[in-house]
């Protein structure tokens, strides 16, 4: 409160400044003085004063939101619709600057469901250096001279944070658009959508999805018949909508009309990803908090840790616990206003999670029974990266085949290429462990990386080339591109 305090003498200074101010007040739930209108009916879960009521000590952000929202929603919504373009502005100013966003998609190979794969890297170099200068530089060099094309993706609006929809998504599920921010990457980065769906129990059948994303409206006649009872349940609560941290009923939310909350697969749309990003719950304080890709729910089967850093041990966990607290950033206090929706465990957690289990990898018919290339039907360019991929690139010391994952977490120390500093509010530093994703399937969920901080294939493997120092030549790159396609 006091730091609003003090940017409260601003705003009787600077009146451009008002707009923008509120709405920073506002990210995080601090709006000005009581605007009139009728009290609350909850009590402020952040104290407004520090215990000794003095305002000589500089106090630490807290990690609590506050419950009672001072201005009304008409009030926050205006603030929030004229602050949009200023506070989109530094975002994109970033995003440009760092990467190559134009159009550019394979002619000859597509994701499963026939959406081109874009191809990079899309990653700008500083003038002067090309990737093979860059891979010949220490990481001290590289990060004495600011020279890593890879740093860590900021939210589109780091500071407010929370989930953000690609229009993509928008367009067919409009209740999912918010005033305050627009996603940024664009649609030829994505996954397909709707992407098909593929089940373990039924190969016979490709993808049963049909064409279709899978909501409330056709779940019922799209899987009855080849699920079973519990699973058409369990796949029930998944296309259910439950209240969010921004989509919700109260004066606390980020959509136009009051919204009965979000569902599992409107980020995991028909069990895949549509790339919908977030900021993670467990890390406080907001600027440290990494930005978040939905992760495909395909193969969660053959998983066994779930997060990207949380490292949940089971579906079941992940599934509870996204809907008590993740959806409200970590806060139970707030998911008790907004309408936290406690899942039984016996009868709903695991049926949704028993539905989950049977999302399969996409069809990679290259590969044998190891999980490795069939000569017979690999090309030459293929089985050259599938010998880097286990020889030079050591990338099987983690990615392990049938599925290409360890099921383990791993610290890839990509911060020895970076000075920690604040970037449009977020800021950057070491990430420790984070989960190894399995590449099976890979192609069909770019952009990469737990952030999306890698927007293409090539892109992934320019940031393995240097954090592992791997000294990859060009040829070598564009194999194991050709090599990972067929996972
Ligand atoms: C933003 C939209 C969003 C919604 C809605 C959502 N998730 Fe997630 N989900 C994510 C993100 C982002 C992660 C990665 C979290 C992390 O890295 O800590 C994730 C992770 C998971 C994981 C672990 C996957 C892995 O590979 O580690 C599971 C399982 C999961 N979600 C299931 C669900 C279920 C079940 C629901 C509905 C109750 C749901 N999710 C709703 C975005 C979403
Ligand atoms: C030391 C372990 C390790 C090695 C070696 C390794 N990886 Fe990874 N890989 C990871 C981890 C951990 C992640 C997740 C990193 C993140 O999200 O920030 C990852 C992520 C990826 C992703 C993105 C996955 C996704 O879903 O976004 C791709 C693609 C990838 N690795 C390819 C490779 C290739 C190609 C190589 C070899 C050149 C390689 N990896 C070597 C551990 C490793």
């Given amino acids: 409160m006091r730091t609003w305090k003090r940017s409260g003498i601003a705003i009787l200074i600077v009146p451009v400044l008002l707009l923008f101010s509120c709405a920073m007040a506002e990210q995080k739930g601090r709006g000005p003085e009581a605007k009139g209108g009728e009290e609350s009916g909850y009590s402020p879960a952040v104290s407004k004063e520090s215990p000794e009521g003095t305002q000589k000590k500089e106090v630490r952000e807290s990690s609590y939101s506050p419950v009672v929202i001072k201005e009304s929603f008409e009030e926050t919504k205006k603030q929030d619709i004229a602050a949009k373009p200023s506070r989109m502005a530094p975002h994109m100013k970033l995003l440009n600057e760092r990467y190559d966003l134009s159009k550019n998609v394979a002619a000859d190979v597509t994701m499963s469901g026939g ?44 500071e407010v944070g929370g989930m953000v929809f690609p229009d ?81 009923t109260t004066d606390d939310r980020k959509s136009e009309k009051p919204s009965l909350g979000v569902t599992c697969f409107d980020c995991h749309a028909n069990g895949h990803t549509d790339a919908a990003t977030h900021l993670v719950g467990d890390i406080r304080p907001q600027s440290h908090r990494n930005r978040l890709d939905t992760p495909s729910l395909r193969g969660v089967n053959i998983q066994r840790l779930f997060g990207s850093q949380r490292a949940l041990k089971s579906v079941e966990d992940f599934t509870e616990f996204e809907q008590r ?114 590449l099976r399937g890979i192609k069909d969920s770019p952009p990469y990386l737990h952030d999306q901080r890698c927007l293409t294939m090539e892109d992934t493997i320019e940031f393995f080339n240097l954090v592992l120092s791997l000294k990859l030549s060009p040829q070598e790159k564009k194999d194991l591109v050709a090599f990972m396609r067929q996972l």
């Fill in 325 to 438: 607290a993740a959806y409200f950033d970590g806060d139970p206090v707030i998911a008790t206003k907004k309408g936290a929706n406690i899942l039984e465990r016996g009868s709903q957690v695991q049926f949704m999670a028993e539905f989950q289990e049977l999302l399969d990898f996409p069809p990679a018919p290259k590969l044998n029974v190891f999980g490795r290339l069939d000569p017979g039907k690999a090309t030459d360019s293929e089985l050259k990266g599938e010998t880097v991929f286990f020889g030079k690139g050591r990338c099987d010391d983690c990615h392990a085949a049938p599925y290409y994952t360890d099921n383990t977490m791993h610290d890839l120390k990509a911060e020895n290429f970076y000075t920690p500093q604040t970037i449009n509010g977020q800021y950057i530093r070491a990430e420790g462990p984070i989960k190894t994703f399995p």
């Fill in 168 to 248: 993509m998504v928008l367009k067919k599920l409009p209740r999912l658009t918010r005033f305050d921010m627009d996603f940024d990457i664009p649609e030829w980065f994505l996954p397909e959508f709707p992407a098909p769906i593929y089940l373990t129990t039924h190969k016979d059948m490709g993808d049963v999805s049909k064409g279709q994303l899978v909501t409330i409206d056709n779940y019922f006649e799209l899987f009855n018949g080849i699920l079973n009872p519990k699973q058409i349940e369990g796949l029930r609560l998944l296309v259910t909508q439950f209240p969010q941290q921004q989509f919700n």
């Fill in 115 to 158: 959406k081109p794969i874009p191809v990079g890297p899309t990653a700008k170099l500083k003038s002067g250096i090309t990737w093979e200068k860059l891979a010949a530089m220490t990481p001290e060099e590289i990060k004495a001279k600011g020279l890593f094309p890879y740093l860590p993706l900021p939210h589109p609006v780091h």
